[in-house]
């Protein structure tokens, strides 16, 4: 698991917490650049690494223990929450547990929405939740509809989970929702330069409109994720 820190730990919180999941055969290293940004907008970002699905794992990854990790998430959040754990042991006070949010990439997309509704896995304490490229739950006892504010992103070229994957999501969330289409994108588009912009400034835009409930944020996520010629959002 890899924390970040708003300005290297330096700044005062108490602050949100962001928990990303990664997806099949990746690593957290593939998004440092990404969680940086993000935690340098005001956020603990925590990144764990989960034990069957990362890039490496012995034995080669195993695409259906996605279903055990919504519950790898909220032991995360279990530890990371804790007056004793990772963060509150070292930096008192710079977490705040009424502020919880998770996101994630294709299966780690599936796992965040799973936290948010599911009857296997829903956990209380996320109040928003990020899918990228990702689908609703297909593991047993893990679909239902979204409970909280959602936000969607998906590339129309991708070939691995079809956009129409995250629209049924969006069609069904009984809370706030968004969805933004990336023109051409593929399943996998962080090393596309503006793809790439447009994800780090929507989800930190999503994130401080749902979070820390700032006056106007609507205008500025939907500005964010309006590009001519390369992103639109519902």
Same mark, same amino acid.
């Given at each position: 698991?890899?924390?970040?820190?708003?300005?290297?730990? @330096?700044?005062?919180? /108490?602050?949100?917490?962001?928990?990303?999941?990664?997806?099949?055969?990746?690593? +957290?290293?593939?998004?440092?650049?990404?969680? $940086?940004?993000?935690?340098?907008?005001?956020?603990? +970002?925590?990144?764990?690494?989960?034990?069957?699905?990362?890039?490496?794992?012995?034995?080669?990854?195993?695409?259906?223990?996605?279903?055990?990790? %919504?519950?790898?998430?909220?032991? +995360?959040?279990?530890?990371?929450?804790?007056?004793?754990? /990772?963060?509150? @042991?070292?930096? %008192?006070?710079?977490?705040?547990?009424?502020?919880?949010?998770?996101?994630?990439? @294709?299966?780690?997309?599936?796992?965040?929405?799973?936290?948010?509704?599911?009857?296997?896995?829903?956990?209380?304490?996320?109040?928003?939740?990020?899918?990228?490229?990702?689908?609703?739950?297909?593991?047993?006892?893990?679909?239902?509809?979204?409970?909280?504010?959602?936000?969607?992103?998906?590339?129309?070229?991708?070939?691995?989970? @079809? !956009?129409?994957?995250?629209?049924? +999501?969006?069609?069904?969330?009984?809370? !706030?929702?968004?969805?933004?289409?990336?023109?051409?994108?593929?399943?996998?588009?962080? $090393?596309?330069?503006?793809?790439?912009?447009?994800?780090?400034?929507?989800?930190?835009?999503?994130?401080?409109?749902?979070?820390? $409930?700032?006056?106007?944020?609507?205008?500025?996520?939907?500005?964010?994720?309006?590009?001519?010629?390369?992103?639109?959002?519902?």
């Amino acid at each position: 698991m890899r924390i970040y820190f708003p300005d290297g730990g @330096s700044a005062e919180g /108490p602050f949100p917490v962001f928990v990303w999941a990664h997806g099949l055969d990746a690593t +957290v290293d593939y998004f440092d650049s990404m969680l $940086r940004d993000w935690a340098a907008r005001g956020y603990v +970002v925590v990144a764990p690494s989960f034990p069957l699905t990362h890039l490496g794992a012995p034995g080669g990854t195993v695409y259906d223990d996605v279903a055990n990790q %919504p519950a790898d998430v909220s032991f +995360v959040l279990d530890q990371v929450l804790a007056p004793d754990g /990772p963060v509150g @042991s070292h930096h %008192p006070g710079l977490v705040d547990a009424d502020l919880v949010a998770v996101g994630g990439h @294709s299966l780690g997309g599936v796992t965040a929405l799973a936290l948010t509704g599911s009857p296997c896995c829903a956990d209380e304490r996320v109040r928003a939740v990020v899918s990228i490229d990702g689908e609703a739950p297909t593991f047993v006892r893990g679909a239902g509809p979204v409970a909280r504010p959602v936000l969607l992103i998906h590339g129309d070229a991708d070939t691995t989970f @079809s !956009p129409d994957r995250s629209r049924a +999501v969006f069609e069904t969330a009984t809370g !706030p929702r968004y969805l933004v289409v990336l023109r051409g994108a593929p399943h996998t588009p962080f $090393r596309l330069e503006r793809p790439a912009a447009v994800i780090t400034a929507t989800v930190v835009d999503f994130l401080d409109l749902e979070l820390k $409930r700032r006056p106007g944020w609507e205008e500025r996520l939907r500005s964010s994720a309006t590009v001519d010629g390369l992103s639109t959002i519902e």
